[in-house]
């Protein structure tokens, strides 16, 4: 019997989680990527929940741990960089439960990457251009000419994915703007003042950023900033932006700015994206691509590991139904994603508080972290880890 073929369109974490579960239930995955090359860094990520266990299934978790960010404090800081208010790394450890990690996005895909190399294909600097389908198979044409029939077209390309523009229509159809920008980026040392291994953060009316110490060597930042209009924004380029994002006597903002490429800044939209189905005949959508929850939900790159975990499976229990196998997919994932898109509508306010009594109301019980039975509510509330 020949094995299935998937097409596998995006390299980030939903694509490699995809192409690693397929090619363990005997599939042949062909991933495509826009990308030149590998990207690498990113921004730091809380991996836990659902994701958690698939990676544990997979056999991930040992090569995840090695490279987790261990033993850090989350320090809070005043706009002129005076301190607010710590909490310890023995509180962050139990706000993150049990199983969860925080992570540099790139290591993660470092990890499915070494996982799936020798058992995927991988194109580099290559896109779907079209796709149609028929009963026996999916065509997907590509950016470098070619031609390629699957059974399955996994579109796991992100917040503004070609396949579902080329499968279910315009972006505009499916994205819900949260009202903010995020700009996240990874930095070659610590700025002036900022604490070593601490995820420290400042954060005023309307705004927010972040600078995490991930250890050797490595620091990311990211921030994000309530915007009315996020196109407007995202217009006016990652550097003029966040210096009128961030105006005045802002501690570290200069220095930030001063050394920032504008080219290697993630600088996008804080937009979920909402859709009815996410598989239309032999394709489906994956990650954010499909659902996209946003940082707001810190859970993004947990469903991305653990969607491509369950579309495995169901693939699995139904080898001769595509459509039983994918329909028992959305089934299952569903309640998760509306969930967790629920969640991170609700923490909007936690990042960019919109007024000074919502800037309050997120210190308190942030404050508190450190007594016991806040220190597990505060833990649902940021969605930290899978209750
Ligand atoms: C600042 C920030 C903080 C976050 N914090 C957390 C957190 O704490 N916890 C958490 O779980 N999640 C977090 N997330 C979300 C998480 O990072 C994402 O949900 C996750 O990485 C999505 O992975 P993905 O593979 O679906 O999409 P992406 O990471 O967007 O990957 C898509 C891939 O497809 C490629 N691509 C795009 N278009 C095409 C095309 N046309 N053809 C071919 N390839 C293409 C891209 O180059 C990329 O490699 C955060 C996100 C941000 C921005």
Not at 71 to 94: M, N, Q, S
Not at 197 to 225: C, E, W
Not at 265 to 290: E, K, P
């Amino acid at each position: 019997m020949t094995a299935k073929r998937a097409i596998i369109v995006g390299a980030g974490i939903a694509g490699l989680a995809a192409a690693l579960r397929l090619s363990r239930i005997g599939w042949e995955p062909l991933v495509v990527e826009r990308a030149p090359s590998r990207r690498e860094g990113g921004y730091a990520v809380v991996f836990s929940g659902l994701g958690h266990a698939a990676a544990e299934r997979m056999g991930l978790l040992p090569a995840l741990r090695e490279r987790q960010v261990d033993a850090f404090d989350l320090a809070y800081l005043r706009a002129d960089g005076r301190p607010r208010f710590k909490i310890p790394h023995t509180t962050v450890r139990r706000l993150l439960g049990d199983g969860g990690m925080a992570l540099l996005r790139g290591d993660i895909e470092d990890v499915l990457y070494e996982a799936v190399a020798d058992h995927a294909h991988i194109r580099f600097g290559t896109t779907a251009t079209a796709v149609a389908q028929d009963d026996e198979g999916v065509d997907v044409t590509l950016s470098d000419g070619s031609t390629e029939r699957a059974d399955l077209l996994v579109g796991a390309d992100g917040l503004h994915s070609t396949v579902r523009e080329l499968v279910f229509g315009p972006e505009e159809r499916h994205r819900r703007d949260l009202g903010h920008v995020v700009a996240a980026l990874t930095l070659d040392e610590l700025p002036d003042g900022a604490p070593e291994r601490a995820f420290t953060t400042v954060t005023a009316v309307g705004r927010t950023f972040t600078i995490a110490d991930l250890g050797r060597g490595r620091v990311a930042a990211f921030f994000t900033y309530s915007a009315e209009d996020p196109d407007a924004e995202l217009a006016k380029g990652p550097r003029r932006a966040l210096q009128q994002a961030y105006p005045g006597q802002h501690w570290a903002i200069p220095q930030l700015l001063a050394g920032l490429r504008e080219e290697a800044v993630y600088f996008d939209s804080v937009s979920q994206i909402v859709m009815d189905r996410w598989s239309r005949g032999r394709v489906a959508l994956l990650g954010d691509a499909a659902w996209c929850v946003t940082l707001f939900a810190g859970y993004g790159s947990s469903l991305a590991v653990g969607g491509a975990d369950l579309l495995g499976t169901e693939l699995e229990r139904h080898p001769a139904d595509l459509p039983a196998a994918l329909r028992a997919w959305e089934d299952a994932l569903r309640p998760e994603v509306l969930e967790r898109q629920r969640k991170g509508r609700a923490n909007t306010g936690v990042h960019a508080p919109r007024n000074r009594l919502e800037l309050a109301m997120r210190d308190l019980p942030l404050r508190l972290a450190t007594v016991p039975p806040v220190t597990h509510l505060l833990s649902r509330h940021l969605s930290l880890h899978n209750q």
